[in-house]
């Protein structure tokens, strides 16, 4: 496994863009009521994982790992686990924003926690594109329609150049405590994102 989708319960409108996202990921993950998400837009499932709770019941045509309702973990958290120690070096994460906010918090956190496991975490909805990255260089294409945010998931992201931008930053501080990444614009061809400490979150989303 290289490249890995998991999904969570969640309602898709577009089927066919939800389609062709999944046709870039060589390995499938139905987290809870995942599975009926993905079954709706008749997409092959590789495993469902979960207690289930959301669903309503344990699916029987799919390779299952049934979870306890009482755990330290979400679904989508255990999922995770499963595609890091199975190899995966990309992760997206479909259904994880909007709905519930505590769950959008936590899988916006559970992007820290697949960069420090040396992997890219990606939460994906049709408006929107979040990763969390470890310090190094990046480039983005630029997206019509789209705004470009950063923010520090750690106390700060530091050394943080930014190019490409209507509001270019050098040598620049980030911190969780105030939004200075947010609502930048690509004007250029890519975007160059650099920095040297923390963990950044990059968001792209529509306008």
Same mark, same amino acid.
């Not at 559970?110 to 994906?124: D, E, M, Y």
């Given at each position: 496994?290289?490249?890995?989708?998991?999904?969570?319960? !969640? %309602?898709?409108?577009?089927?066919?863009?939800?389609?062709?996202?999944?046709? !870039?990921?060589?390995?499938?993950?139905?987290?809870? +009521?995942?599975?009926?998400?993905?079954?709706?837009?008749?997409?092959?499932?590789?495993?469902?994982?979960?207690?289930?709770?959301?669903?309503?019941?344990?699916?029987?045509?799919?390779?299952?790992?049934?979870? %306890?309702? %009482? +755990?330290?973990?979400?679904?989508?958290?255990s999922a995770v686990r499963y595609a890091l120690n199975n190899?995966?070096?990309?992760?997206? &994460?479909?259904?994880?924003?909007?709905?519930?906010?505590?769950?959008?918090?936590?899988?916006?956190?559970?992007?820290?926690?697949?960069?420090?496991?040396?992997?890219?975490?990606?939460?994906?909805?049709?408006?929107?594109?979040?990763?969390? &990255?470890?310090?190094?260089?990046?480039?983005?294409?630029?997206? +019509?329609?789209?705004?470009?945010?950063?923010?520090? &998931?750690?106390?700060?992201?530091?050394?943080?150049?930014? !190019?490409?931008?209507?509001?270019?930053?050098?040598?620049?501080?980030?911190?969780?405590?105030?939004?200075?990444?947010?609502?930048?614009?690509?004007?250029?061809?890519?975007?160059?994102?650099?920095?040297?400490?923390?963990?950044?979150?990059?968001?792209?989303?529509?306008?």
């Open positions: 496994m290289k490249k890995c989708l998991i999904a969570g319960g !969640c %309602e898709i409108s577009n089927i066919k863009w939800f389609q062709n996202i999944s046709n !870039c990921y060589d390995f499938i993950i139905a987290a809870d +009521k995942g599975y009926e998400t993905l079954k709706k837009s008749g997409i092959n499932i590789d495993i469902a994982i979960g207690d289930f709770d959301s669903l309503g019941y344990v699916p029987d045509d799919v390779k299952v790992e049934k979870l %306890e309702v %009482e +755990k330290d973990d979400t679904d989508i958290m190899g995966a070096k990309e992760i997206a &994460l479909i259904g994880g924003i909007g709905g519930r906010l505590d769950h959008t918090i936590a899988n916006i956190q559970t992007l820290s926690f697949i960069a420090v496991n040396n992997a890219t975490g990606i939460l994906i909805d049709e408006n929107n594109e979040v990763r969390g &990255l470890l310090p190094g260089e990046y480039e983005f294409e630029r997206r +019509k329609g789209y705004s470009l945010s950063l923010f520090s &998931l750690t106390d700060k992201v530091t050394g943080l150049c930014e !190019c490409g931008v209507k509001y270019p930053l050098e040598n620049a501080v980030l911190t969780n405590t105030f939004p200075l990444g947010v609502s930048n614009e690509i004007i250029d061809e890519q975007a160059a994102i650099s920095f040297e400490k923390g963990i950044l979150l990059v968001c792209f989303s529509k306008l």
